[in-house]
């Protein structure tokens, strides 16, 4: 009730294709479907969006940057009938890691 029949989420990652980088994508897909409620009654269109980040290691200051984004296409989708719509969220993280060789 009120959820697609049909996800997908592919994912391919490697936390060290060198010394320093990693990186991370994934796909999510699903289907459309019918939205019943009191608010209202709609098709919900299927979509897909693609999640990527790339980290890269500063070892002499034992820290890692990452770069990356959720719908980094900005393709906008909704979940729900008269939910607002969702676009891309897109990040840089600074992480200090003691431990980090």
Do not use: C
Not at 28 to 37: A, D, G, I, V
Not at 50 to 55: K, N, R
């Amino acid at each position: 009730f009120n959820t697609p029949d049909y996800r997908i989420n592919l994912g391919v990652s490697n936390v060290a294709v060198t010394k320093r980088i990693g990186f991370n994508i994934n796909w999510r897909w699903q289907n459309s479907f019918l939205w019943e409620s009191t608010f209202g009654v709609g098709d919900v269109p299927a979509f897909s969006t693609l999640d990527a980040q790339v980290t890269y290691k500063i070892l002499p200051i034992k820290s890692m940057v990452t770069l990356g984004g959720s719908n980094i296409l900005n393709q906008y989708y909704t979940t729900g009938f008269g939910n607002p719509q969702v676009g891309g969220l897109y990040y840089i993280k600074i992480m200090f890691d003691e431990f980090l060789r």
